[in-house]
């Protein structure tokens, strides 16, 4: 197949360029630009010189369909609104990698990301890209709204009590920390090495635009959810999110109970590794793969419960997840160009 990439000079668009170029099925990798028509993407990535060298196309919607079969959008807010639409009517399939289609309520989206919102014919037609919680919906899909980075950790650690109404609802706290390239690959005040080297920050307090998306997915599993308290951090690393999640359990349960119970859950997913009793992952650990290692444990003296969820923001928290639904969308086998094992150190 063919497949076309809106954004390849992020860092999410690099990743693809990364995972593609292993991917059986993938024959030709066409790059497109919003706005750098005519840059060959050596100039910004010199590491894939020799693998890709097209220059940047513009976006041509009467002729995409003839020079790719989808397309994936690793672009900021706003772009994905313009095109997505356009494209899926020209015939191909979408994979958007921003939060533009994510959130079901355009009031809502205006709100978090303070700019106007896609139309809401298009809003609707795109399905919420976690496959692991929405795989069927994801094969039938023409689009697809990727899910963030950390709505990913936070989602595939809180989904199997959730979903069964094991905790209080109105207790969960997610405690994230997240490497710098979550950020994008624009350079700001928050990521400058001076800034960031040997240092850990907390931003957007209770502003995270990833908020409603957690608690949108939340409702949908138990409508008792209202809001969440979630809570990122910067730490002076490249790629990594943990995120640390306390909830408090409506019954006692057992550690053998609550972790069968996530064995259970995920018995059948590629990408989800459940730890052993007192075994708890760390970020280095998924680094570079499409891995969400889980830990958990219940605190009898407490009541509540911590799990610790980490993924690679850049694969599964984007464009290794991406690929996920590439292959559900196309019929392969759901780990094709995928199954890396983490690199350590």
């Keep these: 197949m063919r497949v076309g990439i809106i954004g ?34 050596q100039e910004s990535y010199p590491h894939v010189s020799d693998i890709y060298t097209q220059t940047l196309k513009s976006i041509n919607v009467t002729t995409i369909k003839d020079e790719v079969d989808m397309v994936f959008l690793a672009t900021p807010p706003g772009v994905s609104a313009e095109w997505s639409g356009q494209i899926a009517e020209a015939g191909c399939k979408v994979i958007d990698l921003s939060g533009d289609l994510r959130l079901q309520n355009p009031d809502v989206y205006e709100k978090w990301y303070k700019r106007e919102a896609a139309p809401l014919a298009l809003i609707k037609d795109a399905v ?20 963030g980075c950390y ?37 700001s005040a928050i990521t400058h090495f001076s800034e960031m080297n040997e240092n850990f ?10 908020i409603p998306e957690i608690e949108q997915t939340l409702q949908e599993w138990d409508e008792k959810v209202e809001t969440i ?23 006692p349960i057992s ?14 997913e590629p990408f989800v590794r459940i730890r052993p009793e007192g075994a708890y992952p760390a970020t280095k650990e998924v680094y570079g793969s499409n891995y969400c290692d889980i830990g958990l444990t219940y605190d009898e003296r407490t009541g509540r419960i911590t799990i610790v969820s980490v993924i690679d923001n850049v694969v599964k928290g984007a464009s290794g997840q991406a690929i996920q639904n ?6 392969f086998e759901e780990s094709t160009g995928l199954s890396l094992v983490p690199m350590y150190p």
């Design 128 to 147: 919420y890209g976690l496959p692991e919680w929405n795989r069927e919906a994801i094969k039938k899909a023409q689009i697809i709204s990727n899910p």
């Design 326 to 331: 590439l292959n559900l969308m196309h019929g």
């Design 201 to 210: 920050k907390i931003y957007q307090i209770n502003q995270h635009k990833h």
């Design 8 to 41: 390849a000079t992020g860092y999410g668009g690099a990743e693809l360029l990364r995972l593609l170029n292993q991917h059986p099925h993938v024959q030709e990798v066409v790059l497109y630009t919003s706005s750098k028509e005519g840059m060959n993407i």
């Design 229 to 251: 308290t979630f809570q990122p951090h910067l730490v002076p690393m490249v790629r990594g999110i943990m995120a640390t999640i306390y909830a408090k359990a409506k019954q």
């Design 255 to 268: 550690e053998e109970m609550l972790r069968h119970l996530y064995k259970e859950a995920y018995k059948n």
């Design 151 to 187: 709505p990913t950790a936070t989602l595939l650690g809180l989904a199997p009590l959730v979903k069964n109404k094991l905790i209080d609802v109105e207790s969960i706290i997610i405690d994230a920390k997240s490497g710098t390239s979550g950020a994008g690959r624009s350079p």
